[in-house]
């Protein structure tokens, strides 16, 4: 649970240092200007993911249904956020969707990793 915690924070951490970064020392527009807000979305969706991973290894975590349902979860919340996005109507949306979709894969993958390896414990 610690290594999960510690994981989501320093990924959003590296990724807020990267868009500050980019936006002021390279004055460049690489980065979408709702790029934090994406880092904030996925962030709390982590934190929501942490809770129930709590909750499981409360519980006693014996069965995989636990990371399908983190996975649903995540994968559920992010396709809203994406219709929200759309009815938005932001510039540039093909940045935005590809920063989106990096992001989330990023997260995906820590997600799973941690989640994993709390399987292959049981």
């Known amino acids: 649970m610690r290594f999960y915690l510690f ?20 004055a460049s527009d690489t980065l979408h200007s709702t790029f934090p807000g994406l ?11 942490a809770w ?3 909750l499981a290894e409360k519980s006693g975590w014996e069965s995989p249904l636990y990371a399908l349902g983190l996975i649903t ?8 956020f994406i219709a929200v996005l759309f009815v938005m ?13 990096s ?3 990023i997260y995906l993958a820590f997600e799973i990793y941690t989640v ?6 049981n």
Do not use: H, W
């Open 7 to 26: 994981g989501v924070i320093g990924i959003a951490c590296v990724l807020f240092a990267s868009y500050y970064f980019e936006s002021t020392m390279l």
């Open 52 to 54: 129930i991973i709590y």
């Open 89 to 101: 109507k932001f510039d540039d949306m093909k940045p935005l969707m590809a920063q989106f979709l």
């Open 39 to 49: 880092v904030l979305f996925f962030f709390l969706q982590s934190l929501v993911v």
């Open 73 to 80: 979860f995540r994968f559920l919340t992010s396709l809203f």
């Open 103 to 105: 992001v989330y894969l």
């Open 116 to 121: 994993l390896s709390n399987l292959r414990r």
